[in-house]
């Protein structure tokens, strides 16, 4: 039974949803004793795990289920904040033996998987490490959605994405994987993008979209639109060369970036400070910039807790991209790491964190609009997931379906499988398999 319930996510080609894309059939082939829901969506403005949850409920604990029995957990917890009410009514009568709903506050970033493991089961992830160490998987709430589909013979064919922001009407939509960017904020209203930007996710840790007609992947859960000239715009645009140039002018050690650090305050050896510092002057600062390795980007540090809005989060993906090229990885935990005494007093509650952002006026409802919508053209990239680029299985001309197998993982490789999320003529190119709908037939 395990073993089918494994082979059936690998074949759907299930991956993280909310994070990297880690192929889900590794994860779960793993022994755990706990399998953590994580539905704290704690990224500001995003609608869709909170809405699944509500609306959803039955097939997520159905998908909850398949990864307890695949990793031979005793226990399934359902993480998600007390402000999401309706979810939390519909979890609690779904939810099957062994599971039970553990209630957060409304803080950032409760969604992330060291935050999230000590808030729910009071396990301190060391630093380096993930979840698995302590005994636990994380999962995220479509993730099991796509798992309890592949154990019907479903394929991962679409995404549900929050358009939002700087739109007439913010709306989250199930989109077919590959649809590009401009088409998807056209099917939610978007008609002019003239002095706007787009974040491909979050406020907080999204990537500004440099080209609308990149396509949406199977990680993909928010576009943001915002003005160019909004304070996190901005930030996004700025090159890294000038924002060392203000970290060697401005900075004045305050240590708020560090005290607010949620990994910091989890007892990892992280301190932002000291690397605004160190790398005014780099010389004999090696081991103390290797610090940046331990970031796990959440922003809090840039975005909220900076008084004079220097970037100790950019900086540190700077170095961590250096560092990684020289193939260094985050140290071991500090030896008797422990929670900070002052962790449960410094979560950053997000009505605050939203304020302070200059996001106010977008914290608005996105209704979930599920209904098919007539996309014609799909890009389908073979690397939308940590490990090797899927293989094509198809040749260009070639007619397929939805869901049909496309590409498929390399022979002893980490990878995932990739369906077709529209029917139609498929085209390879290097890097991505195009398929185009037949005229009049709008995918479907």
């Known amino acids: ?81 007390g402000k999401h009410k309706g979810a939390i009514a519909a979890l609690e009568a779904a939810a099957g033996k062994n599971m039970r709903l553990v209630i957060l506050g409304d803080f950032y970033p409760a969604g992330d998987e060291h935050v999230l493991v000590h808030e729910a089961v009071g396990r301190l992830v060391p630093q380096g490490a993930i979840p698995l160490s302590v005994g636990c998987v994380v999962s995220n709430v479509e993730t099991l959605l796509n798992a309890a589909a592949a154990q019907d013979g479903g394929a991962v064919t679409h995404s549900y994405v929050t358009v939002t922001g700087e739109v007439a009407q913010p709306v989250t939509l199930r989109l077919p994987i590959g649809t590009t960017v401009a088409a998807a904020l056209a099917l939610a209203g978007v008609e002019r993008l003239e002095g706007l930007s787009v974040l491909d996710g979050g406020p907080m840790m999204g990537r500004l979209v440099a080209d609308l007609g990149q396509p949406i992947t199977k990680t993909t859960k928010g576009l943001v639109v915002l003005p160019a000239g909004h304070q996190i715009i901005r930030r996004r645009t700025m ?49 103390l910039l290797k610090m940046a390795l331990a970031c796990s980007e959440c922003g809090v540090c840039e975005q909220y807790a900076c008084p004079l809005g220097l970037s100790p989060r950019t900086i540190n993906a700077a170095l961590k ?32 964190l939203i304020t302070r952002t200059g996001l106010g006026g977008y914290d608005r409802p996105a209704p979930l609009d599920s209904r098919p919508l007539a996309v014609k053209r799909v890009e389908l990239l073979l690397k939308q997931h940590i490990g090797a680029p899927s293989q094509p299985v198809v040749a260009s001309g070639q007619r397929v379906r939805q869901g049909d197998l496309v590409a498929r993982i390399p022979d002893g490789a980490l990878g995932a499988n990739l369906h077709a999320s529209i029917a139609g003529v498929a085209t390879v190119a290097a890097d991505r398999i195009v398929i185009t709908a037949p005229e009049g037939s709008g995918g479907r």
């Open 239 to 287: 090159p890294v060369e000038a924002l060392l140039k203000q970290a060697h002018a401005a900075c004045i050690q305050c240590r708020y970036c560090t005290d607010l650090c949620p990994r910091y305050l989890l007892g990892h050896s992280l301190e932002p400070h000291k690397i605004m510092r160190g790398v005014k002057h780099i010389r004999g600062q090696e081991a």
């Open 1 to 81: 039974m395990r073993d089918q319930v494994i082979g059936k996510i690998r074949e759907a080609g299930v991956v993280g949803a909310g994070g990297a894309g880690f192929p889900t059939h590794v994860k779960v082939a793993a022994a755990a004793d706990t399998v953590i829901v994580n539905g704290a969506e704690c990224e500001p403005l995003l609608r869709v795990d909170q809405q699944l949850m509500e609306f959803a409920a039955a097939r997520i604990v159905a998908g909850l289920a398949a990864v307890m029995e695949a990793t031979g957990a005793a226990e399934g917890v359902i993480a998600l904040k």
């Open 321 to 352: 991209q250096a560092l990684a090229q020289q193939g260094l990885k985050a140290g071991a935990a500090p030896a008797g790491q422990c929670c900070s005494r002052t962790q449960a007093y410094r979560k950053i509650p997000v009505k605050r």
